[in-house]
């Protein structure tokens, strides 16, 4: 899967008229809740290679980027975490 990703910096006083702006039926708020990690030596960072542990609303997501850390998409691949109910990913 490849992923285009798009981050914006919105000032404070405009939050208010981005979110009436996208605020469309269709439209879902979903909560992230996200761990990176990496060896002591950053090894995956020189790779060019991120692995990451996502909290997706109620789902834990495992997923392992790779290829340019400046470019617009990347290769992504996602697994789902099956967590035993009571019981966080460490």
Do not use: C, S
């Not at 405009?14 to 996208?22: F, G, K, N, P, S």
């Amino acid at each position: 899967m490849t992923e285009i990703e798009l981050k914006l910096q919105v000032p404070a006083e405009a939050l208010a008229a981005v979110e009436r702006a996208v605020a469309t039926p269709a439209a879902v708020r979903t909560r992230l809740q996200a761990v990176y990690f990496d060896t002591p030596d950053r090894r995956l960072a020189a790779a060019g290679i991120a692995l990451r542990l996502r909290k997706e609303g109620r789902h834990w997501v495992q997923t392992l980027k790779a290829g340019p850390a400046h470019g617009m998409a990347r290769g992504e691949h996602n697994v789902p975490l099956v967590v035993p109910a009571g019981q966080v990913p460490q």
